[in-house]
C-alpha cells in the first residue's frame, strides 16, 4: 500500500499491551511509559508521511452494547489495568498538544470506532493506516485499509490465513468456535484445528448449527453444537467490528496541523 493519508491509533490494544506494559516492564515509570507513548506515535506519523490522524479509547461510562446481546460479555476497558486508567487524561491531553484528535463514545470499544472510521475513509477512497494488535480488525479486509500492529506486521488477509487457516470473512466464526476470552469459553470439543476443518466444510457457523441439527457430524461434536450453538451465534454477533457507526467526523477534524492550534473536547 502506498502511504497512508490518515492514522487510526488503536488506545487499547496497541497502547496497552505493545507500548504501555512494555514501557512498565522494563523499568519505566508511568511518566516515561506515557512519553514512550508519544514517541511511538510520532515515528508512526513520520515514517508514513501522516497528515490526518485519529486516537480512539475504549469507553468507560455506559452499559457496553454487547451486554444488550450477551449478559457475559466482559468489556475490554474493565480489563485494562489501574495505571494505565489513571494515566488516560494525561495521554488525551498529550495528543491533543500533538494536533491528534481524540475520541470516546459511551458504551462503545475502541476496535467498533477504528473500523466504523476506517471502512467510512476508505469508501471515500482514503488510504488508511490502522495501529493495533487486535486481530478482529483484521475482518476489515480492504485494500485501502492497512493494518499493523507493533513489530510491523501487516494483517492482512494472508496474516489471517497463516494464522488461523480461514478468511477474513470467517474471523468471527472462528473465534465463537474456539474461545479464548474470559466471556467466550468456545464450543465444547472444538479447538483451532477442528474450527479450521468445519469452517473449511461448512463456511460459517451458522451452517454449522443447521448441520448439526441435521445429524449431519459427528454426534460428540453435533451435541455440543446443539446445545452450544445459540450462544455460540451470539459470541459470533459480539466479535464482529462494527462498521456502522455515524461518529460524525470530518477528515478536515482529522487534520493534525490545524489541530495544533484549535481547542479539541478531550471527552
Request: net charge negative.
Amino acid at each position: 500500500m502506498s502511504k497512508s493519508h490518515v492514522l487510526l491509533v488503536d488506545a487499547g490494544s496497541y497502547f496497552i499491551k505493545r507500548v504501555f506494559h512494555a514501557a512498565i516492564r522494563g523499568g519505566d515509570t508511568l511518566e516515561d511509559a506515557v512519553e514512550t507513548v508519544f514517541l511511538s506515535i510520532t515515528r508512526a506519523i513520520t515514517d508514513f508521511d501522516i497528515q490526518y490522524a485519529l486516537c480512539a479509547f475504549d469507553s468507560d461510562t455506559g452499559e457496553p452494547w454487547q451486554r444488550h446481546i450477551y449478559a457475559g460479555y466482559e468489556s475490554k476497558y474493565d480489563s485494562l489495568p489501574a495505571e494505565f486508567k489513571e494515566c488516560v487524561p494525561v495521554i488525551k491531553e498529550g495528543l491533543h498538544q500533538m494536533g491528534i484528535r481524540s475520541i470516546t463514545i459511551p458504551c462503545y470499544e475502541a476496535d467498533d470506532l477504528l473500523a466504523s472510521s476506517a471502512r467510512s475513509l476508505a469508501s471515500a477512497d482514503i488510504n488508511v493506516q490502522v495501529l493495533s494488535s487486535d486481530p478482529d480488525l483484521a475482518q476489515l479486509d480492504d485494500e485501502r485499509i492497512e493494518i499493523l500492529d507493533f513489530d510491523g506486521v501487516i494483517r492482512d488477509r494472508h496474516w489471517v490465513y497463516r494464522r488461523f487457516g480461514i478468511s477474513p470473512t470467517q474471523l468471527a466464526d472462528y473465534i465463537a468456535l474456539v474461545g479464548g476470552r474470559n466471556w467466550n469459553r468456545g464450543v465444547t470439543g472444538i479447538g483451532p484445528k477442528r474450527a479450521r476443518l468445519l469452517l473449511s466444510e461448512y463456511q460459517n457457523l451458522e451452517s454449522l448449527v443447521v448441520a448439526a441439527h441435521m445429524g449431519q457430524l459427528p454426534s460428540a461434536i453435533g451435541n455440543a453444537l446443539i446445545t452450544e450453538g445459540d450462544d455460540a451465534i451470539k459470541r459470533k454477533t459480539l466479535s464482529k467490528v462494527r462498521t456502522d457507526l455515524l461518529l460524525g467526523l470530518s477528515l478536515s477534524q482529522l487534520n493534525i496541523e490545524a489541530n495544533l492550534h484549535e481547542p479539541i473536547d478531550l471527552t
